[in-house]
């Protein structure tokens, strides 16, 4: 009798957690919804999004949170949003990255690519640390700048435990730069000269988002935006030993820590602790799609489901942030990203003009 009462107020326990958590999920459903719909209608005026859902998430976020605060019957379901949904979310992306397309594209492109993120990622957590930004903002920049945009910071944010206010304000700055890469990029085609497959590398190295870079190169044609994306392919799968990297660092100095106070609680650390499941199922998605065994008919529905939970992750951010906060950060935060775009625009222009 005794572990059947027990049971059964473990299981009222859950239920009450769970039910808990479903105002605060709403609320970023309807903020989700709202998004998604500001997007379709870019897309049916522009034929693609200038600001994709997940910002406009973000900013939506920023305003219910500035009008209204959010009381503690919200505020569960809201962490829960932008924390669970989006691992959930990063692991899911795995299944739209294959190893063959990548493999395929020679090893001098990949390793040119792979160095230009290293070296930016480098620099762009430099400079934000001179201009004093701290160091989980700092990382959250150079990642954003430096592989994905928007994606990497949000796979990024939960390994390195970023708060709200670090992860929206370097994807709103991010954001608006973003466009402002997809609007302007093309004006440097007739100013460099450059050829359909040097335009496309480019892009690929320059420009945040997916979708971004298929803006961007359309109106260069199907050679650039073939290349523009393979390119940013390999930036995004990028993603992945950063990741690993960052949460074996992370990991370590827990570890020091826990040390420092005493050799039994360093002990209680598991080794399995050391790279995040969602990582660990991002990659295990990465390589079923490799090996085909991720049906064709699968990828579409997988990764727009990625996609929304994003979005709703996004809504859950911006809900959750502080305007004032972004206000004493916003001048460094736009300096350093602007300055890190500029050194990696400047460094793939190098690039693709040895890539004739």
Request: charged share 10%.
């Amino acid at each position: 009798m005794p572990e059947q009462e027990q049971d059964q107020r473990q299981k009222q326990g859950a239920l009450r957690r769970i039910f808990q958590l479903i105002p605060g999920i709403l609320l970023c459903g309807v903020v989700t919804v709202i998004s998604l719909g500001i997007q379709a209608a870019e897309e049916r005026v522009f034929d693609h999004p200038y600001i994709e859902a997940l910002v406009v998430a973000i900013l939506l976020g920023m305003a219910v949170r500035t009008a209204w605060e959010p009381s503690a019957r919200w505020r569960s379901g809201i962490a829960f949003s932008a924390k669970q949904l989006l691992e959930v979310a990063v692991m899911l992306l795995g299944a739209s990255i294959s190893f063959a397309a990548i493999v395929a594209s020679g090893g001098l492109l990949i390793g040119a690519i792979a160095v230009t993120v290293v070296i930016m990622l480098a620099v762009s957590y430099g400079l934000s640390r001179m201009l004093g930004l701290k160091t989980k903002l700092a990382i959250l920049i150079a990642c954003g700048n430096s592989i994905c945009g928007n994606s990497a910071i949000a796979a990024v944010a939960p390994v390195i435990e970023a708060d709200g206010d670090d992860i929206a304000s370097s994807i709103s700055f991010t954001a608006i730069l973003g466009v402002l890469m997809v609007l302007g990029l093309p004006l440097l085609i007739p100013l460099l000269k450059l050829t359909a497959t040097q335009y496309g590398i480019l892009a690929g190295l320059t420009v945040y988002a997916v979708p971004q870079v298929l803006a961007a190169t359309v109106p260069a044609g199907i050679v650039s935006t073939q290349i523009g994306t393979l390119v940013k392919l390999v930036r995004v799968l990028m993603l992945g030993p950063i990741v690993i990297g960052l949460s074996l660092l992370v990991a370590r100095r827990r570890k020091a820590g826990a040390a420092r106070e005493g050799t039994s609680k360093a002990a209680s650390i598991s080794p399995f602790k050391l790279v995040p499941w969602f990582i660990i199922g991002f990659l295990v998605l990465a390589a079923l799609r490799s090996f085909q065994l991720v049906p064709n008919i699968a990828i579409a529905p997988v990764t727009k489901t990625a996609a929304i939970l994003t979005v709703v992750s996004m809504a859950a951010l911006g809900l959750g942030v502080d305007v004032r906060v972004l206000s004493t950060v916003g001048g460094r935060v736009t300096a350093a990203v602007t300055l890190s775009l500029m050194l990696l625009l400047g460094l793939s222009i190098g690039l693709v003009h040895f890539f004739k």
